[in-house]
């Protein structure tokens, strides 16, 4: 009994929240229906703000991880060094690297490269050492290349075949000077090879493949008669017995046979 002389009933109002307690099953029974199998349940309370904060910061971090993964070695190394100088000043300048002592792979060979290598060369080997006796090991030693464009100066170069040289046939098929390519009337020599090497006197005998003109076996002779601590018997050997040669295609077949075994 309400008042201003109205009339009501309890009745009415258990029908309406009968109603709306109806509403809302049938609206979640929809949602239910609806909801997808991948889809997250709602929440209905808000998170808490350290939480929100850390899930934050989990996703930056995770979109700065895949940001710096796309990058190269380069764009890297350029990010963190401009992110030091945001955050703690200074100029690029200040981190301009001096190459004045930069050395490449060919660079430590030629510092620590040796004609012939011996058992005290290999003692205490450094990584330098090591790359220069690995490009060492991949050379040919059975006939040697010749520089003799200073043989007026007495100065002679000598070096051995790498694998493109062995393969063309220059310094066996070809004559071993390094400005000659006459494939005629060669001769294969022995020279008692001195040179100087890391401030050590050293000699080897080795074998060259040149022709035989009167200019060149002067310029090789007076080579020897420099030496001074052997007699030019047992420096210069002069030209090799005359043996049969093997044919361009047997030294391929040797080779190659070397090679896959």
């Not at 170069?157 to 066996?172: C, T, Y």
């Amino acid at each position: 009994m309400h008042g201003h002389g109205g009339y009501d009933s309890d009745f009415s109002d258990d029908e309406r929240c009968g109603e709306s307690s109806k509403r809302k099953k049938r609206t979640v029974e929809d949602d239910l229906l609806l909801q997808k199998p991948f889809q997250k349940e709602k929440h209905g309370k808000v998170a808490h703000k350290q939480v929100a904060a850390e899930l934050l910061d989990r996703e930056e971090a995770r979109n700065r991880r895949f940001h710096l993964i796309a990058m190269d070695a380069y764009q890297r190394h350029t990010k963190f060094v401009n992110d030091y100088i945001l955050y703690y000043g200074g100029k690029k300048e200040d981190f301009k690297r001096l190459g004045e002592n930069d050395k490449t792979d060919l660079d430590v060979i030629r510092e620590n490269h040796r004609f012939l290598w011996n058992e005290e060369d290999e003692m205490d080997m450094t990584w330098e050492k090591r790359l220069a006796k690995k490009y060492y090991d991949k050379l040919f030693k059975e006939y040697c290349i010749a520089d003799l464009s200073k043989y007026k100066e007495n100065k002679f170069g000598f070096r051995w075949r790498v694998e493109k040289e062995v393969i063309s046939g220059k310094g066996q098929f070809f004559c071993g000077n390094k400005y000659c390519d006459k494939k005629e009337g060669l001769k294969s020599w022995e020279v008692n090879f001195g040179y100087i090497e890391h401030g050590e006197k050293r000699n080897a005998l080795v074998k060259l493949r040149h022709s035989s003109s009167k200019k060149s076996e002067d310029s090789l002779l007076r080579n020897s008669d420099e030496e001074e601590s052997a007699s030019e018997s047992e420096l210069w050997k002069g030209p090799l017995p005359e043996t049969d040669e093997k044919s361009q295609e047997e030294e391929f077949d040797e080779y190659f046979q070397d090679l896959f075994l």
